[in-house]
């Protein structure tokens, strides 16, 4: 009645394999090159007592399987915190061994990365216990805003977020982006 059902051309999400694209947010299918969802978008997030905050669904979905639920946690080069997922932090890790730590500048980059570094899991209420040394370097006390920057999120303090965006003005971001962007390439 059915009759026989062959190979589908899509592969289960849960199947496929991720690797880094070229740059931070391009994740692509090995077998086909296609760009998959990256983390992207803003969500705010009440703290609770205990230092928890509840990881946005909306970036839950778009973990790989690969990562577990599991992340590691630093330092940004702001005054922001970086969110890796498992799979995604093995990559940094993978770039980082190619740092010539024979050089004072690698020594440097090497440590200075690492040495805020934790790792993190989703607990059963999908709710992520942030170390509170890093909380207090953030400045992150009763909210976190989580911004998707594409293969990682980025955590912010709500005042530390809005004066990195007073410093942006209206025309600087045109002009930014033209810099960063302009190369007509997409």
């Keep these: 009645m059915w009759g ?8 289960p999400i849960s199947n496929r394999r991720f690797s880094n694209g070229g740059g931070p947010g391009q994740l692509s299918h090995q077998s086909n ?10 969500y705010e997030h009440a703290l609770d007592a205990k230092g928890r905050v509840s990881f946005p669904s909306k970036l839950r979905k778009f973990l790989a399987p690969e990562a577990q639920e599991r ?3 630093l330092k940004g080069l702001e005054r922001c915190l970086y969110l890796y997922p498992e799979d995604r932090w093995k ?3 993978d770039r980082l061994e190619s740092v010539n730590t024979f050089s004072a500048e ?3 980059v090497v440590r200075n990365f690492l040495r805020s570094a934790d790792d993190l899991e989703l607990d059963a209420q999908n709710r992520l216990a942030l170390p509170a040394k890093l909380m207090e370097w953030a400045g992150i006390t009763q909210k976190v ?4 920057n594409g293969a990682y999120i980025e955590l ?3 005042e530390q977020l809005d004066a990195q965006d007073r410093a942006l003005t ?4 045109p002009e930014l982006f033209e810099k960063v962007m302009g190369d007509g390439k997409i």
């Excluded at 209206?170 to 971001?173: D, F, I």
């Design 106 to 108: 690698g020594r440097t």
């Design 71 to 73: 992340f590691t946690v």
């Design 91 to 93: 990559q940094v890790e």
């Design 156 to 158: 912010w303090a709500p």
């Design 33 to 42: 090159h296609r760009t998959v969802p990256s983390f992207k978008g803003e």
């Design 170 to 173: 209206e025309g600087s971001w």
């Design 4 to 11: 026989e059902v062959g190979d589908s051309p899509i592969e």
């Design 145 to 148: 805003i989580f911004l998707g």
